[in-house]
């Protein structure tokens, strides 16, 4: 099982540039969910979905968009990045509310 | 509004010493959970264990061990005998149920070093 893949896993970006992050999950899981951590910081949530075609914002959602088309898909959109955005980037999937989160290995972006 | 601390931001032991990282929740919610990730100079985030608020039995699993009270909004993590590889920085994480869909919410974490 590969569980959650994140790509890529390294990027760096000028101010002003677009990217996707991408994230994949084979386990069925319908929650999936995106964080960012800064340097020294926990982890913030930028956007969830329930499942596929629900999305919903989490703390920190300004400056991204996602899409959930699929189950095992939940890309994640900067549009304009700016360095504020340097940061790791999680995602992470759960078969229900209730369970611990199974992480992928991050994305480390940099904005430049 | 939730919120999870962890008030310890680093802690340096001697390899063998025990050493706890506390935790302390808020919530209105009564059901709630927790939870504890690791997470190594890798980077990535390992799953260590997860309690519902109506389980307040202390858990321990090989070094490592739990205890959870509610009386005090705690749930600290003992590790036994610490060892080098226990190097890692430690997230406490708080789940409520209520106010529409539940979401993780991360402590700042506890940066954890084992000297040898």
């Known amino acids: 099982n590969a569980g959650v893949t994140q790509t890529p896993k390294f990027r760096i970006l000028k101010i002003g540039q677009s990217m996707t992050l991408q994230c994949t999950q084979d386990?069925?899981?319908?929650?999936m969910y995106w964080y960012r951590q800064d340097p020294g910081m926990g982890l913030k949530l930028i956007y969830y979905?329930?499942?596929?075609?629900?999305?919903d914002k989490g703390e920190v959602p300004n400056g991204y968009n996602v899409s959930r088309s699929t189950t095992e898909d939940f890309p994640l959109r900067l549009e304009l990045a700016a360095p504020s955005q340097t940061s790791v980037y999680f995602c992470?999937?759960?078969?229900?509310?209730?369970?611990?989160?199974?992480f992928g290995s991050g994305t480390r972006l940099t904005v430049v | 509004a939730q919120k999870v601390t962890q008030a310890q931001t680093e802690i340096s032991v001697v390899e063998k010493e025990d050493v706890t990282l506390d935790c302390v929740y808020e919530?209105?919610?009564?059901?709630?959970?927790l939870f504890w990730y690791k997470q190594p100079p890798s980077g990535e985030l390992v799953f260590l264990i997860r309690?519902?608020?109506?389980?307040?039995q202390n858990e321990i699993s090989g070094r490592y061990s739990w205890n959870f009270q509610k009386s005090t909004s705690s749930f600290n993590f003992t590790i036994t005998a610490s060892q080098v590889v226990d190097s890692a920085v430690y997230f406490c994480?708080?789940?409520?149920?209520?106010?529409?869909?539940?979401?993780?919410?991360f402590g700042a974490g506890t940066r954890l070093a084992v000297h040898p």
């Open positions: 919530t209105r919610d009564t059901t709630y959970y």
């Open positions: 309690r519902n608020s109506f389980d307040e």
């Open positions: 386990m069925n899981h319908n929650y």
């Open positions: 994480a708080l789940r409520g149920v209520s106010g529409g869909y539940n979401k993780l919410i």
């Open positions: 979905s329930v499942g596929a075609g629900i999305t």
């Open positions: 992470a999937s759960s078969s229900d509310s209730n369970y611990g989160y199974t």
